[in-house]
């Protein structure tokens, strides 16, 4: 699901991006250097309190999905995230993986309440290269790959199953991101990419923006906002269909160790 808005805000974030890094190619030793020693940092167990609107189809029937963020600890079974850095002067590698377990519920037309468990898996690796700067921005262009596995269970509540699946695939992502430090302490971070892969419909777009407080040198603290838009539709017909069109987004809140 992808409205005219949010499409138009990605493509000129990511113009934007691109843009700067066709403007200037300063040396890679510039603002963005490390003297050419590994710098890591780890973002254990942050928080995105994601909420789900769009539809999952499984064969012939389409289950609504509108689980709003705010009732995403109502909804939460489980849930494990960590994110992974490691920069060398120009040079980052990064990998992240989340998954979480959601059991909300939802309402047919005809009345009838459904249960749906909804367990999503995405794990992604990538890599940056810093491409322009000034002294209080730097500039990257992205590229890596996003691995998605969703599992999905709907029955009518206290009655039948009605769906159950167990979905992957991929997508190649491109894109840029962009630090712009605001004072001693406070650093804003944009992130904007796109993804195609494998598949009949097969595309992604991932919108990122938060806030970084370093209260040590080994520390600091995030919060921000994370939209990640699907479209997936693996092509098959019938009982082997699988298609999902929906945008995930919400609050993120986290610690990042630097070392």
Same mark, same amino acid.
């Given at each position: 699901?992808?409205?005219?808005?949010?499409?138009?805000?990605?493509?000129?974030?990511?113009? !934007?991006?691109? *843009? *700067?890094?066709?403007?200037?190619?300063?040396?890679?030793?510039?603002?963005?250097?490390?003297?050419?020693?590994?710098?890591?940092?780890?973002? /254990?167990?942050?928080?995105?309190?994601?909420?789900?609107?769009?539809?999952?189809?499984?064969?012939?029937?389409?289950? /609504?999905?509108?689980?709003?963020?705010?009732?995403?600890?109502?909804?939460?079974?489980?849930?494990?995230? %960590?994110?992974?850095?490691?920069? $060398?002067?120009?040079?980052?590698?990064?990998?992240? +993986?989340?998954?979480?377990?959601?059991?909300?519920?939802?309402?047919?037309?005809?009345?009838?309440? #459904?249960? %749906?468990?909804?367990?999503?898996? %995405?794990?992604?690796?990538? !890599?940056? +290269?810093? !491409?322009?700067?000034?002294? $209080?921005?730097?500039?990257?262009?992205?590229?890596?790959?996003?691995?998605?596995?969703?599992?999905?269970?709907?029955?009518?509540?206290?009655?039948?199953?009605?769906?159950?699946?167990?979905?992957?695939?991929?997508?190649?992502?491109?894109?840029?991101?962009?630090?712009?430090?605001?004072?001693?302490?406070?650093?804003? %971070?944009? $992130?904007?990419? +796109?993804?195609?892969? /494998?598949?009949?419909?097969?595309?992604?777009?991932? #919108?990122?923006?938060?806030?970084?407080? $370093?209260?040590?040198?080994?520390?600091?603290?995030?919060?921000?906002?994370?939209?990640?838009?699907?479209?997936?539709?693996?092509?098959?017909?019938?009982?082997?269909?699988?298609? +999902?069109?929906?945008?995930?987004?919400? /609050?993120?809140?986290?610690?990042?160790?630097?070392?």
């Amino acid at each position: 699901m992808f409205s005219a808005t949010p499409r138009k805000c990605a493509t000129q974030i990511l113009a !934007v991006l691109l *843009a *700067a890094a066709g403007i200037s190619t300063v040396q890679a030793a510039g603002g963005n250097s490390t003297n050419g020693e590994w710098e890591f940092s780890l973002a /254990p167990l942050f928080l995105w309190a994601q909420g789900i609107e769009g539809t999952s189809s499984v064969g012939p029937s389409t289950t /609504p999905l509108d689980i709003k963020f705010e009732d995403a600890f109502d909804n939460l079974e489980a849930t494990f995230t %960590i994110h992974y850095e490691m920069k $060398r002067d120009a040079l980052s590698l990064f990998a992240e +993986y989340q998954y979480v377990d959601l059991q909300p519920t939802a309402e047919l037309p005809i009345g009838a309440e #459904l249960d %749906i468990g909804f367990k999503d898996t %995405i794990a992604e690796l990538g !890599v940056g +290269y810093w !491409v322009a700067g000034t002294e $209080r921005t730097d500039w990257e262009v992205i590229a890596g790959a996003r691995y998605t596995k969703q599992d999905m269970n709907v029955s009518v509540k206290d009655g039948p199953k009605l769906v159950s699946v167990d979905q992957d695939w991929w997508v190649g992502f491109f894109g840029g991101r962009m630090a712009g430090k605001l004072s001693k302490n406070w650093t804003f %971070i944009a $992130r904007a990419d +796109y993804g195609v892969g /494998p598949g009949d419909t097969n595309r992604m777009w991932n #919108l990122q923006g938060m806030f970084d407080y $370093r209260f040590r040198d080994w520390g600091s603290v995030f919060a921000g906002y994370k939209w990640l838009d699907y479209n997936y539709d693996n092509g098959k017909i019938g009982v082997d269909r699988f298609a +999902y069109d929906a945008t995930q987004q919400g /609050p993120l809140l986290g610690l990042n160790f630097h070392w």
